[in-house]
């Protein structure tokens, strides 16, 4: 392993890199449209449910990792109050910028690493964000959570909608989907030098990306390490990644797919 800069400075030029991809065409005009709408969201039923039971009503919330912002404008439509974005590639936060104008947000960015953030960032925010394809990213998870936790206010949910680790362990792409391709506990991370679209489309090739796994005990054991309270953790058998793991969806037997992690900050 090298030191976590190495592996974050080095995904940062490859997101960057990719932005270009992610705010052009016909998927990031229609986002356009949809956000001007006063009940725009992004969220899927399955998130909407999870944060409708927490009461986020007049909650101010921050997401980690939050790309351009559309997961954390769609609060509004939930009676949240979009607060803050951080995440450290320059590109995504312009196109964030220019989302949030046009939901009529007074959400701020912080373009930062997580693992490096300003002394003055904001803090006590009343909820937290992490949502599908950011703790993959994460080299050092309790040193993430440390971060997360200390931008919370106390009893102040964090509530997490990721990927199964365990789904990590299958290629999607491969002729053998359903074969077991690498290990659960897997400790280097996988490496990448193709741009990162959600489509499955070719976007060419981009500086190398990192992305880590990190198994349910990792994340659950990380949290409760920064200070946060597991409150709830549920598995579930639907796909909430790129389209290519719908084939694990609706089969028997069933892998789990995506979880909700809820917990708060002591
Ligand atoms: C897969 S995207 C999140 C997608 C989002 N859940 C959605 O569906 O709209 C991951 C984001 O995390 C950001 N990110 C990765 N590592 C980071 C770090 N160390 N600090 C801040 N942001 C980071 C990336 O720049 C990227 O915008």
């Known amino acids: ?6 592996y974050t400075e080095a995904n940062r030029a490859a997101w960057d890199a990719s932005a270009p991809l992610h705010g052009a065409g016909a998927d990031w005009e229609a986002l356009l449209e949809a956000a001007a709408k006063p009940d725009f969201s992004v969220l899927d039923d399955c998130l909407t449910q999870t944060l409708i039971e ?4 007049g909650k101010s919330a921050v997401q980690f990792g939050c790309i351009n912002a559309r997961e954390l404008l769609s609060l509004t439509s939930l009676g949240a109050v979009p607060a803050l974005g951080v995440d450290q590639s320059r590109a995504f936060l312009e196109q ?3 989302l949030a104008r046009i939901a009529g947000s007074d959400c701020q960015f912080l373009c930062a690493d997580i693992y490096d953030l300003p002394e003055n960032t904001p803090k006590h925010f009343e909820l937290g964000l992490i949502t599908i394809g950011v703790l993959g990213w994460m080299p ?4 993430f959570f440390a971060r997360v936790a200390a931008l919370l206010t106390v009893g102040g949910p964090l509530v997490i909608y990721e990927t199964h680790p365990y789904l990590e362990m299958f290629d999607p792409n491969s002729d053998q989907a359903f074969t077991p391709a690498t290990s659960y506990f897997k400790k280097e991370p996988f490496v990448s030098e193709e741009a990162i679209t959600y489509d499955g489309t070719d976007g060419g090739r981009t500086p190398a990306s990192y992305w880590f796994v990190h198994t349910m005990g990792d994340i659950v054991t990380a949290c409760a390490g ?8 549920t598995e579930h058998p639907h796909s ?4 290519e793991y719908d084939q694990y969806e609706r089969r028997e037997p069933q892998l789990p797919l995506c979880f909700t ?3 708060r900050k002591r």
């Open 1 to 6: 392993m090298k030191p976590t800069h190495f």
């Open 96 to 98: 964030a910028a220019q």
């Open 54 to 57: 927490l009461d986020v009503h």
């Open 226 to 233: 920064a200070g946060l309270m597991l409150e709830r953790l």
């Open 140 to 143: 050092d998870l309790p040193g």
């Open 261 to 263: 992690l809820v917990a």
């Open 240 to 243: 909430n990644r790129e389209v």
